[in-house]
């Protein structure tokens, strides 16, 4: 929704045939045992030398944006058995093409490792063998590089092997699930004799393990303290310093995000958590970043009420009252969340407001969002922040997610963004916090089959192409505010409004899409504000536009579009649309052509012409605008507004109401006959960026004809702004003064527009 989808490049489809023949090369060597296989000599010395130069171009690429291209493997299950069912193989053993179920490699990281595509490094096995091994899904983040994970002469299981033919000719064995290695500890009985440490490794005990942990957090290196305080409770330590240690790693583990881990460690016999101030206040922090936001303030009322002198705890009660009245009553403090957007990348600390909202069956659709209650237009149903979300900043430093170019062989759809992180961010998440995996994987996934095992050896099944097809389902382009994006489209009709940065929310996820929209969503940040565009009773199910419409094309352009999700879209605009005989609709489209043509603003206006041509069009349509709104009409009635507001009123308001009324608003009036009569919106129509803009018209030209109307206009004015933005507090900050500074007997509010959007 609102991403960039890039499939219909002209130059991806040299990249899918090229991967396409790529693909068909390796698949007429499946089951092959290579016989040209490199020494593991020749193996590390190739790969040093690309070590070294990765190195380097990572080191001057700066804040410049490069677009890597990330190819979708084509899909396999993760392993969902038991090590100990799994029997042990080799390198030499190992087939081209063939995921070796059963089977696993015991391998020691030969190399550093590096970050290419994936964090890729060379390993070998007890026999001297050797093999590239790339590890997809690992991303850099403040306390760990995604190297990290590999350690210089670490072991590691990698579980049922799938042993490729690489893009550049080469052999290696590629891990796309983020389980499926798993790495040993030094005195584990799987590590071959051979790459056993020394005597003197072995006989650490928990205090010095414990010792090298904390100095690891005293250099910021968080990632390698978790696993020496892992390393400190395997060597069953005594109580008291049990729980030390257990204290330290939860630290550990809620600078690493790892909010799950952090709550085991911090578990008590009783069921509760340790009773400690650092165990309590631990435990309220990474239950406040689940979300889990009453279960934190409890915990930090009673650590308040034992330790009533601690600041740090006084302020997270702070925050999470604000929170919890964010969460229960829809409360936001919109300017400071503006002022949080500002910093790269823009994630907020607010809580997720699900409103007046359920998720139910909806017939033909499988799962809605529905209201549970009478709203009005304008009305906050949703503020949700975003599940994972990547930012795309070109210039904005290293903060800013990369930009790939994400590549889907197997559906031959590809995104121009940050989707390949998304995929990344998401899998890492579900690792760190198992808890969250239900809801996540109730979403929508097509007609992907994944397995249904939750659980191997205790670590979750995370399964990337399940996360894949979600993410492609599910998640949404964003603006970094959508205020920004509303002014940048005041001037730009027709503008294609798609972006690089995306976001997934799972409550969101849920609704529907219809051309004949109901909501109106928007953000700030990684916060999704989605407020009602329409009156709406209780159990009305909510629907927005998936994709804009683009008259050139008609309907045909949108529903090919929607083909990636699996549907057709059939609401009232479609259906009238699909309806058209073939000679109408090929004649409206050469109207809808002459008509632009004849508003282009680099021609001089022929009003008479343009009339005629409206007139022409809006007899095409079978149905009334009240029932089946003109959403290609907006711009043609747009430019003709515009074009009076300068200086002919009259005209202004009868062209305004008449865009209006094609957008399927539904007017009453004290006296039809009479435009500068007093009126009332009795149904509301589509919601879009220029709606907003054709109410401050009616402010300024009531001002000249009838300025007991001007309230009026900028009620729904600000309405609508409300709708399109997510909130109206900027609303005298971005139109009002514009609006009251504007002199209405003769100042060009056209103008003084184009000005502020710019």
Known sequence: MDVNDGSSLADLHQLFEKQRLILVAASERKGEIPKDRKTLKQLISEFMVKYLRTNIIYEQQSDRLLIHQSFIAPPYLPVIKPLGQLTKTYIGDLRLETHHRGSYL???????????????????????????VQLYQQKDNEFCKAVDVIEMNAVYIIKEPFFKLMNDGNYGVRLDHINDIVALSSDNERVPVCWQPRGFELKKDPQAWKEEGNKA?????????????????????????????????????????????????????????????KGLYRAAHALFNLGRLQESYNILASLLQKFSGCDLVKDLVSQTMIRLREQDLGEYDFKAMYEAATVTPPCLQNATYLGPTEIRSSPGRGRGLFVTKAVAAGDLLLCEKAFAYCYSGAGEGKSASQTHLLINTNTERSFLGTQAELITVIVQKLAHNPSLMPKFNALYHGDYEATTCVNVDGQPVIDTFLVDRIMASNC???????????????????????????????????????CCSNVRRSFVGDMQIVRASQDMQAGTEMVFEYIG????????????????????????????????????????????????????????????????????????????????????LLDAYLSLVRYHAKGNAPKAIEWAWRLLKSQGFVVERNDD???????????????????????????KVYAQVAPYLCQRAEHFARISYKICVGEDVTFDETYGKVAHGTDFEGANFVESLQSLSL
């Open 106 to 132: 015991v391998l020691q990281a030969a190399t550093p490792a590096t970050m290419m595509t994936a964090v890729m490094v060379v390993m070998k096995d007890e026999k001297g063998d050797g093999v590239v």
């Open 549 to 632: 419409r683009d008259f050139k094309d008609l309907n045909a352009k949108m529903q090919k579009k929607l083909e990636n999700w699996g549907f057709a879209c059939t609401c009232d605009i479609c259906k009238q649309e699909q309806g058209l005989k073939k000679n109408i609709a090929k004649n409206k489209k050469s109207l809808l052509k002459d008509l632009m043509m004849v508003l282009d603003p680099g021609f001089q206006l022929d009003l008479a012409k343009a009339e005629r041509l409206l007139s022409a069009i809006e007899k095409t349509y079978a149905a009334p605008a009240s029932s089946v709104p003109r959403p290609d």
């Open 217 to 277: 957090m005293r250099n910021h290196q968080v990632y390698q303290a978790a696993i020496f305080y892992t390393r400190a409770l395997a060597c069953s330590p005594s109580g008291a310093a049990r729980e030390t240690i257990k204290l330290n790693r939860a630290l550990a583990n809620i600078k690493l995000q790892k909010y799950d881990q952090a709550l085991a460690d911090l578990a008590a016999e009783d069921g509760g958590y340790l009773q400690s101030e």
């Open 476 to 514: 949404f382009g964003s603006p970094r505010t959508s205020r920004d994006s509303h002014l940048r489209s005041l001037m730009m009709l027709g503008e294609d409004k798609t972006y690089q940065t995306t976001g997934l929310f799972l409550q969101a996820s849920h609704i529907n899409h219809s």
């Open 673 to 699: 006959s009479n435009l500068t009569s007093p009126f009332e919106i009795k149904k509301w129509g589509l919601a879009t960026d220029h709606i907003v803009e054709v109410w401050l018209h009616l402010w």
